[in-house]
């Protein structure tokens, strides 16, 4: 037993001596592969990152529609209640409110209702009157017309038409 089968090292077989064969890749294969997955990877989390901006963009749409509803609805009602007299003192007011479920604060904005004139109605305008009662809602700044990098305004506007009976 000689010392290089103590050691598992054992000379190549004969003829493979000096016969080119690689048993690996070379320093610059190396380096063209990692640049290729670096390359690679950049483009996914780019994308990535766009669709969860889209994706955070649609939740705080979706949750602004139900927030607008919401002040909407309560409004109305008020408005109704009251024989068309609330909007005086409600309509210049704005309010916010923060969403639990995404921790974003909206901020809305009723004007006072616009009444609609009674010669584009095909409605009896001796029993009543209609008007448009809109609400705007947005959220990331206090400020309604300010943008955000990559989402554009953060807001949206719902209207309702009512009818108040006399």
């Known amino acids: 037993m000689g010392i290089g089968s103590f050691f598992l090292i054992s000379a190549p077989p004969p003829g493979r ?3 080119g064969k690689r048993n690996g ?3 610059l294969e190396l380096v063209l592969a990692i640049f290729t997955l670096g390359i690679l990877l950049m483009f996914v989390i780019g994308v990535f990152t766009n669709i969860l901006g889209s994706t955070t963009k649609g939740a705080n749409l979706t949750a602004a529609v139900f927030q607008a509803n919401y ?13 068309g007299a609330a909007g005086g003192s409600q309509g210049s007011q704005g309010w916010s409110t923060t969403s639990t479920a995404n921790q974003t604060t909206f901020y809305f904005y009723i004007p006072n209702p616009v009444p609609i004139d009674p ?5 009896d305008n001796s029993a009543g009157r209609l008007y448009r009662v809109e609400v705007e809602v947005w959220w990331w700044n206090q400020d309604k017309d300010k943008t955000r990098a990559g989402q ?3 807001s949206t506007r719902l209207s309702k038409l ?3 009976q006399r």
């Open 119 to 123: 010669a584009q109605t095909v409605l």
């Open 25 to 27: 890749f070379s320093l």
């Open 152 to 154: 554009g305004k953060l």
């Open 17 to 19: 001596v000096g016969s």
């Open 71 to 83: 002040q909407l609805d309560e409004f109305v009602t008020a408005f109704k209640e009251s024989g």
């Open 162 to 164: 009512i009818y108040i």
